[in-house]
């Protein structure tokens, strides 16, 4: 199993421009996560699903949409990127309220 | 105040010393998680635990529900254990699905 896949790994962004970042999972896992962490700051929850169909915004959902139209997948748009989303971007999936499964991260620079 | 707080934020030991990272929160939760991120910036959970003890390796995680308040411990330290430990809370409110609530962090240095 190649568990949370994130791509890309790293991207330079300019103020205005959008991004999909994409997130998999192979574990057929209903719970996955969008989580941002900025230094010095403790991982913040973007949005969250439960299942394919269902999203909900987490702590700070603003500037980013997500969709969930199969259980495998939960990719993050940013519509109309800005600099105070530079940020590094964990996904995570968990089965059901159990431990969470993090993907390796995408680092993101809005310039 | 941040809901989770961890001490200390910065740890230096030698190789082989007992390590003890701690974790206060101010929310009533359902399970209370601890992650250790390496250095490249993986993170990979080593703990979840809703009362009790739990024992993984050289690892050793305590929790008290009446105190809010968690330890991880470390024995037998060692330099690959450097990394940063997180400690992070499911609430209780919202049926627990809206994520976790992040400490800032652990960042632990073990010297040889």
């Known amino acids: 199993n190649a568990g949370v896949t994130q791509t890309p790994k790293f991207r330079i962004l300019k103020i205005g421009q959008s991004m999909t970042l994409q997130c998999a999972q192979d574990?057929?896992?209903?719970?996955m996560y969008w989580y941002r962490q900025d230094p010095g700051m403790g991982l913040k929850l973007i949005y969250y699903?439960?299942?394919?169909?269902?999203?909900d915004k987490g702590e700070v959902p603003n500037g980013y949409n997500v969709s969930r139209s199969t259980t495998e997948d939960f990719p993050l748009r940013l519509e109309l990127a800005a600099p105070s989303q530079t940020s590094v971007y964990f996904c995570?999936?968990?089965?059901?309220?159990?431990?969470?499964?993090f993907g390796p991260g995408t680092r993101l620079t809005v310039l | 105040k941040n809901e989770v707080e961890q001490s200390p934020q910065n740890l230096t030991a030698q190789e082989g010393e007992f390590i003890t990272i701690n974790c206060s929160y101010s929310?009533?939760?359902?399970?209370l998680h601890w992650l250790q991120q390496h250095p490249g910036g993986g993170i990979v959970s080593l703990f979840m635990?809703?009362?009790g003890k739990k024992k993984h390796g050289r690892l050793i995680a305590t929790i008290n529900i009446q105190e809010k308040h968690s330890s991880l411990h470390i024995t037998a330290s060692h330099p690959r254990d450097s990394a940063v430990y997180i400690c992070?809370?499911?609430?209780?409110?919202?049926?627990?699905?809206?994520?976790?609530?992040f400490g800032k962090g652990t960042h632990l240095i073990i010297q040889p």
């Open positions: 995570a999936s968990s089965p059901e309220l159990n431990e969470q499964f």
């Open positions: 574990m057929n896992h209903n719970y």
């Open positions: 699903s439960v299942g394919a169909g269902i999203t």
């Open positions: 929310v009533g939760i359902s399970a």
């Open positions: 635990l809703s009362s």
């Open positions: 992070a809370v499911r609430r209780a409110s919202g049926g627990g699905a809206d994520g976790l609530t």
